[in-house]
């Protein structure tokens, strides 16, 4: 696959429209890129996708935001950004991984569940609470966060490392 992340450096424009794809709230995304790094993915010199990482706690990083441009979904960019946290956390010494969600993200659930994260916790109402219009997906109201964590102490089959 020709994909290329790199942390996003002060001569390329943050691409709020992508960020915009995962989270609808300008107000948040500004709020964690102020303490998160950024990434770009690139294919053809041509961004395709976001991942903003946030440490949230001694030996946790969380992904705070990760996204595809709408016409390159379903190529394995996704998959590979995800890839990319997990291998990047490693190398900064992050023990645990964790990415929230809503309930109503069905697709997402499936995908960071076959990338290894396991359903934590639930924060009940985050979206109607933190959210001004109501989000609906897949004729769900997008209720609550549900949290996932990736264990980074173990190797992908299980064993330690
Ligand atoms: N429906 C069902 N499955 C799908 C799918 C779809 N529309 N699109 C992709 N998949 C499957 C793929 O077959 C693949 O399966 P595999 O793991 O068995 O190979 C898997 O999901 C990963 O696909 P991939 O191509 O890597 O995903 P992507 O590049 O489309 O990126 C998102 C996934 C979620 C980042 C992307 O869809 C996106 O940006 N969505 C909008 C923003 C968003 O919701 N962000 C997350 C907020 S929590």
Do not use: W
């Not at 956390?89 to 396991?118: H, V």
């Amino acid at each position: 696959m020709n994909l290329h992340i790199d942390p996003i450096t002060d001569s390329e424009e943050i691409p709020f429209d992508l960020l915009e794809l995962a989270d609808p709230s300008r107000e948040q995304i500004e709020l964690y890129l102020n303490t998160g790094t950024c990434y770009i993915a690139k294919s053809d010199s041509q961004v395709v996708g976001v991942l903003v990482l946030v440490q949230v706690g001694a030996g946790t990083v969380e992904i705070k935001n990760i996204a595809v441009k709408e016409s390159e979904q379903g190529k394995g960019y996704g998959k590979a950004l995800l890839q990319y946290s997990d291998k990047t956390s490693r190398e900064l010494g992050f023990e645990k991984l964790l990415i929230g969600t809503g309930n109503s993200s069905l697709a997402q659930l499936a995908l960071y569940q076959r990338e290894g994260f396991e359903i934590d916790r639930v924060v009940k109402n985050f979206f109607v609470k933190n959210y001004a219009e109501p989000i609906f997906e897949n004729g769900i109201q997008c209720k609550h966060m549900v949290i996932l964590v990736k264990d980074l102490t173990t190797k992908p089959n299980g064993a330690r490392l």
